[in-house]
């Protein structure tokens, strides 16, 4: 299966000027800062790079619970003036679910990404599927 670069979408709603102002999102020193809906706090999100990434995955193992509330520390910086680690945990640690939800579910919008998924027909029986793209060497340097 050939895949044409050329063709990609790309998920960019950080730089969307109208995205921005209709979901009140601040932006500043490089962060994204938004109002909870439940406790009317402010939070400023970092975007992880190459390294929190990294780093993230490494500490987030375990249970589900573990795993959001490991999220929410990885990307949130500050929650109205706290720049605190462990008081950010510790609001992490106690934030309504309504809140927690409202920045898992805005995090993804705000990260530029390339939607690397294609209709795919087999040539044998025709069935049809969205698939993503593998992402391996064969990728690079094809056969």
């Known amino acids: 299966m050939l895949y044409d670069l050329s063709t990609v979408k790309l998920s960019e709603r950080c730089f969307d000027e109208n995205y921005i102002n209709d979901n009140s999102i601040e932006i500043q020193d490089n962060m994204f800062f938004v109002t909870l809906p439940t406790t009317k706090v402010r939070v400023g999100l970092r975007l992880l790079d190459g390294y929190g990434e990294k780093e993230f995955n490494e500490v987030a193992t375990g249970y589900e619970e573990t795993r959001v509330t490991s999220t929410l520390s990885a990307f949130i910086e500050v929650v109205g003036e706290i720049c605190d680690r462990k008081e950010i945990k510790n609001f992490i640690d106690n934030m309504p ?14 990260v530029p990404n390339i939607e690397l998924k294609e209709d795919f027909t087999c ?10 793209v593998p992402l391996t060497a064969e990728f690079f340097w094809p056969r």
């Open 97 to 110: 679910a309504k809140d927690s939800k409202y920045i898992r579910s805005i995090y993804p919008k705000l």
């Open 123 to 132: 040539t044998r029986c025709f069935h049809q599927k969205e698939m993503e």
